[in-house]
């Protein structure tokens, strides 16, 4: 007798991808295609990196993301090694501070609902 197994995965792949870099003492981020919706299965993240003494205010004034499926995470620190502040669905909080001179900012979305997304900008 002969046996074939088929194993069949229904994982989501990231489809969109996205990646920023910011240095300047303010600026803008918002999520790709704003205020039109952002795209499906997506990944995007900003670091935002200051000179050392400097702290990080960010404040986000436009938040709409599918509830408990589409996440914008943010992390007081270099990358994401920190404990994460995790926001979806649309309440947008109040500013975030950085303790130190980095900020890193991950959104992930599935594959279903889309969403404006949202509109943040920094000052340092």
């Given at each position: ?11 989501a ?20 295609n ?62 975030f ?28």
């Amino acid at each position: 007798y002969a046996f074939l197994l088929v194993t069949a995965t229904h994982d989501a792949v990231v489809q969109w991808r996205c990646s920023h870099i910011l240095t300047n003492y303010t600026g803008i981020i918002e999520s790709p295609n704003f205020p039109l919706d952002y795209p499906n299965l997506m990944t995007c993240s900003w670091r935002i990196g200051l000179p050392p003494g400097c702290t990080i205010k960010l404040n986000i004034s436009s938040f709409d993301l599918e509830y408990n499926h589409d996440t914008l995470t943010i992390y007081d620190g270099y990358d994401n090694s920190s404990s994460p502040v995790v926001l979806t669905g649309y309440n947008f909080p109040d500013p975030f501070y950085s303790t130190g001179q980095y900020l890193y900012i991950e959104m992930e979305t599935d594959r279903e609902v889309q969403k404006s997304g949202f509109h943040a900008t920094y000052t340092s």
